[in-house]
């Protein structure tokens, strides 16, 4: 079975803290998503990355940041949290091929305050 | 307007009840897909389909690719598919991105 992992189920920061967001994959997966969800506003796509070191914006990529540093890992950064950044967080991975599915992890709930 | 719109927004049933939601997309697509989100954040890929129609269980999924439109039906509701569904479609060329809909809440009562 695919496993995506997410470092933390729920983090509490301060205001101005930078924040690490964490997701591992182990099935090899070349592609791998961050989204925030948030209610009413469904999932949204913050970044993407299609392979190590590539990294793609997303719809919502302003104050976050993303690493991959290996094919396994991608990182979310949020360099300065704000209080508007108080949502769930959600990774995913998938094959690369156009249409593959992508598989999700548990999330992560990050309260800024 | 969103390119992907899912109805009913939200939805409840009663248990044993066939539930039907529907999803319509404005953009060319490769695939469409059907995810469950249960309370607490988890979401699982339920199908994933380009044309007609897949079974897995008591959850159908169907797509209409002329008329841009998908339902999935669930038959012999259960409080446990009380669950966030949501609508999402591939589009080509776009390297595995998806464009998702607001998901349609359904609770399933005893």
């Known amino acids: 079975d695919v496993k995506v992992t997410q470092s933390s189920r729920y983090l509490v920061k301060r205001t101005g803290e930078k924040v690490f967001l964490e997701c591992v994959q182990d099935?090899?997966?070349?592609?791998m998503f961050w989204y925030r969800q948030d209610p009413g506003l469904g999932l949204r796509l913050i970044y993407f990355?299609?392979?190590?070191?590539?990294?793609e914006k997303g719809d919502i990529p302003e104050g976050y940041s993303v690493s991959r540093e290996k094919k396994e890992r991608f990182s979310l950064i949020l360099e300065s949290a704000s209080t508007n950044q108080t949502s769930m967080y959600l990774c995913?991975?998938?094959?690369?091929?156009?249409?593959?599915?992508?598989?999700f992890g548990a999330g992560t709930r990050l309260s800024v305050l | 307007k969103n390119e992907v719109e899912q109805s009913p927004q939200n939805l409840t049933a009663q248990e044993g009840e066939f539930i039907t939601i529907n999803c319509s997309y404005s953009?060319?697509?490769?695939?469409l897909h059907w995810l469950q989100q249960h309370p607490g954040g988890g979401i699982v890929s339920l199908f994933m389909?380009?044309?007609g129609k897949k079974k897995h269980g008591r959850l159908i999924a169907t797509i209409n690719i002329q008329e841009k439109h998908s339902s999935l039906h669930i038959t012999a509701s259960h409080p446990r598919d009380s669950a966030v569904y949501i609508c999402?479609?591939?589009?080509?060329?776009?390297?595995?991105?998806?464009?998702f809909g607001k998901g349609t809440k359904l609770s399933v009562k005893p």
């Open positions: 995913a991975s998938s094959l690369w091929t156009v249409g593959n599915i992508q598989y």
């Open positions: 099935m090899d997966h070349e592609n």
């Open positions: 990355s299609y392979d190590v070191k590539m990294k």
């Open positions: 953009v060319g697509i490769s695939a």
């Open positions: 389909l380009s044309s």
């Open positions: 999402a479609v591939s589009v080509g060329g776009s390297q595995g991105n998806l464009i």
